[in-house]
């Protein structure tokens, strides 16, 4: 069963702490994704990524950065988290050519800054 | 906000009733997606209809798109317990990456 795995479902991070989440997919796709997800606010883009070391920002990119070393693995980074971080994180992937293929969403990760 | 209208925001209907929720977006589009989130997961692709086309069944979902009127609905016939859930449209523009999403219809199917 092919998927996109977070490493963490809670984390519960404190102010000024650097953290890291994890995204690993199993489908060889080219595009990967990192949104956040908050109460009326909807999901909002923070990175992406369509190829190996290549990113571009999303909607939302300040106080996060991104690493794609390798293509089945995204990372999101906040540097220095802020209480304003708090959020749920859903990382998610897709095939290049995006005409006939959804979004595979991996769990998400809730992550709590104290 | 490039971001698409959900439309109820939440709806609670009786198992075994049909629910329909609509989604407005602002541009023109490549495709239209809808998706399904239970609570405090990751989201789950349901359904892509591309912009030539107009309806898309798939089980017991039911697609429409009017791309003159910026607007996709979502039926789901005979409703389960098991269908309660958040439901998202999202919709990827022409020559772009990205998916825009919406605001969600939270769907509570009774017993």
């Known amino acids: 069963d092919v998927k996109v795995t977070q490493s963490s479902r809670y984390l519960v991070k404190r102010t000024g702490e650097k953290v890291f989440l994890e995204c690993v997919q199993d489908m060889d796709h080219e595009n990967m994704f990192w949104y956040r997800q908050d109460p009326g606010l909807g999901l909002r883009l923070i990175y992406f990524?369509?190829?190996?070391?290549?990113?571009e920002k999303g909607d939302i990119p300040e106080g996060y950065s991104v690493s794609r070393e390798k293509k089945e693995r995204f990372s999101l980074i906040l540097e220095s988290a802020s209480t304003n971080q708090t959020s749920m994180y859903l990382c998610?992937?897709?095939?290049?050519?995006?005409?006939?293929?959804?979004?595979?969403f991996g769990s998400g990760t809730r992550l709590t800054v104290v | 906000s490039q971001q698409g209208e959900e439309d109820p925001q939440a709806l609670s209907i009786q198992e075994g009733e049909n629910a329909t929720m609509n989604c407005s977006y602002k541009?023109?589009?490549?495709?239209l997606q809808w998706y399904r989130q239970n609570s405090g997961r990751g989201l789950v692709h349901l359904i892509l209809?591309?912009?030539?086309?107009r309806e898309k069944h798939s089980g017991r979902l039911r697609v429409t798109l009017d791309t003159s009127k910026k607007s996709s609905s979502l039926l789901i016939t005979a409703s389960r317990a098991a269908d309660t859930a958040s439901y998202f449209c999202a919709y990827r523009m022409d020559s772009s990456y990205k998916l825009i999403f919406g605001s969600g219809t939270r769907l509570l199917v009774r017993p």
């Open positions: 990524s369509y190829d190996v070391k290549m990113k």
């Open positions: 541009t023109s589009i490549n495709n």
């Open positions: 209809i591309r912009s030539n086309e």
């Open positions: 998610a992937s897709s095939r290049i050519q995006q005409g006939s293929y959804g979004y595979t």
